[in-house]
């Protein structure tokens, strides 16, 4: 079956440090993979995503995540956290055989203290 | 402004009524999904438009769910009789439709069934 697992309900950083939001996949063939944040009462914000290519993907706001296949991971990352990045990220899976769909992690709720 | 649009915002209905929520895609996308997002929980997939295809109602939850988009730009999700496990965040999402396109999300439809 096809899933997303976020492993940290809650990952807690001082501004100005590093931040690493995990996430692991399980796909049948190639991934593409997302990673998505949450404001209050918004919708989705779309940070960036792993089609092919480079491990390393840039994405918005100085985020980054690194796609690993031998470990079949895509952590989210960013060299220097802000109050303003605290948020609810989710990480997801496309699946297109047969459809056109996301599958999202259970979600990462990110606290970044001043 | 040029994102997704959703409409109402929140929407309180007694267990038992009818309730419908529109989506308007961004101009020119083609793809347009519906999700629900119960609290403290990631999106779930409910449905996927191609135009004015629906090509995967997979994710529906029962027959009391229905969506259509019968000119291939605004849609509806319309769920009747409904019951109070509905209540929900019903999210709107739209892509170009290239394997490569993230979808884009409107900030969502608040339903509370009392």
């Known amino acids: 079956a096809q899933s997303v697992a976020q492993p940290e309900d809650q990952v807690n950083v001082a501004e100005g440090n590093p931040l690493t939001v995990k996430c692991t996949y399980s796909?049948?063939?190639?991934?593409?993979l997302f990673w998505y944040v949450q404001y209050p009462n918004r919708g989705l914000q779309f940070l960036l995503k792993y089609i092919t290519g480079d491990n390393l993907v840039k994405g918005s706001y100085g985020f980054e995540a690194e796609f690993n296949k031998s470990q079949t991971s895509f952590h989210l990352k960013k060299p220097s956290a802000l109050v303003s990045d605290s948020a609810l990220y989710f990480c997801a899976v496309r699946i297109l055989y047969n459809t056109d769909k996301l599958i999202f992690g259970t979600g990462t709720r990110l606290q970044v203290f001043p | 402004g040029a994102g997704v649009s959703q409409s109402p915002r929140y929407k309180v209905a007694k267990r038992g009524q009818d309730v419908a929520l529109r989506c308007d895609p961004i101009s020119g996308h083609v793809s347009l999904f519906w999700y629900q997002q119960a609290l403290g929980q990631g999106p779930e997939f409910l449905t996927y438009?191609?135009?004015?295809?629906?090509?995967?109602k997979s994710g529906l939850p029962s027959d009391r769910f229905f969506a259509e988009r019968p000119e291939g730009s605004v849609s509806t999700l319309k769920i009747q009789r409904t019951q109070q496990e509905d209540s929900a965040v019903y999210l709107c999402a739209s892509s170009l439709g290239g394997w490569d396109q993230p979808q884009h999300f409107g900030d969502g439809t608040r339903l509370s069934i009392l």
């Open positions: 438009f191609q135009n004015e295809a629906q090509l995967d």
């Open positions: 796909v049948s063939g190639n991934p593409y």
